[in-house]
């Protein structure tokens, strides 16, 4: 059943015609191609929602300062700021998606979903979304394997990594598993599920790959802040109907196009973008003679 997992619009008439959710095919798959049964892939996954939740909880609880100095206890600043800006709800997401990457960046224990880079969105959106609308860990599990389904199908039809099809790719998937698992917990049919990912990802074509210092810290913790918001956005026009237009289908394949087109120096290389500036070339010499500076004495 490979094949389902090509397209979205394999992966619906599968679905419909089997009268099963999106969760049930990926369960089916993973039991048909990993071998694994029922209560491994859920322990599994239970054990990565576990992770997720403390990746937030440690990124606003204990420090959080990079070696690099570039990341420095944002999270926590902007889950304590006095100032609201659109709800106390909206600046928890956006809080917590900090966190989660902020731990990423520090070296501490995050899940990759899909990737370590984009590791904040995922925990920020899915702990937000449990908590305003009471969805039990049941459902949270059903949604992540949903996610997995549409991470399967980005990576085969475009990538989801950085260093071959730029941010695009990486925070965007990561932003259209978040948008996906929120209108399939919300009820959604599959229609506003994949339209949630069509739009999501049609936010989010284009972005390049431009790690300063070529470190995973500037700019994507703030892009895993700013990419767990646009999945927001997106399943909020999703269930309201509002059509993406161009299929989910479509919409991957554009991405994948973008990606290959991207020149090198957009795809985790550190040469362009704001690895490329002024001040992002000046971090990156202060990173390589501090790491110079701290190699061992070979005489
Ligand atoms: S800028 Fe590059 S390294 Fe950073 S999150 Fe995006 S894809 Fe990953």
């Known amino acids: 059943m490979a094949y389902l997992f090509d397209s979205f619009e ?49 990124g606003l609880e204990e420090d959080m ?5 570039m990341v420095n206890n944002g999270a926590k600043k ?70 997995a389904g549409i991470a399967i199908i980005i990576e085969q039809k475009a990538s989801i990594a950085g260093a071959v099809g730029g941010c695009q790719a990486e925070t965007g998937t990561a932003a259209a598993m978040g948008a996906g698992s929120i209108v399939y917990c919300l009820g959604g049919n599959i229609d506003q599920v994949f339209n949630s990912v069509a739009i999501t990802i049609q936010c989010m074509l284009g972005l390049v790959c431009d790690p300063v210092a070529g470190l995973v810290e500037i700019p994507c913790v703030v892009r895993n802040a700013s990419a767990a918001a646009i999945a927001n956005s997106s399943a909020q026009i999703a269930l309201a109907d509002v059509s993406s237009v161009i299929p989910v289908d479509e919409v991957v394949e554009a991405m994948g196009e973008i990606g290959s087109s991207m020149e090198t120096r957009y795809k985790e290389t550190a040469l362009g973008g704001l690895a490329a500036t002024k001040t992002g070339q000046s971090i990156a010499k202060r990173v390589l003679i501090r790491d110079i500076e701290v190699l061992p004495d070979e005489g």
């Open 78 to 147: 902007v889950f304590r700021h006095p100032v609201t800006v659109l709800s106390p709800e909206f600046q928890k997401l956006i809080s917590r998606a900090l966190a989660a990457k902020e731990v990423n960046s520090c070296m501490g224990r995050v899940v990759a979903a899909p990737t370590a880079g984009a590791s904040g969105i995922m925990p920020g959106v899915l702990y937000t979304l449990q908590e305003i609308h009471h969805i039990d860990d049941k459902k949270i599990i059903e949604a992540m394997m949903v996610a």
């Open 10 to 58: 394999g992966w619906k008439k599968y679905s419909l015609e089997k009268k099963c959710t999106l969760a049930d095919t990926v369960l089916e798959y993973e039991r048909e191609q990993k071998g694994r049964n029922i209560s491994e892939v859920n322990e599994g996954l239970m054990r990565a929602w576990t992770v997720m939740k403390e990746a937030v909880r440690t």
């Open 65 to 69: 300062t990079s070696r690099s100095g």
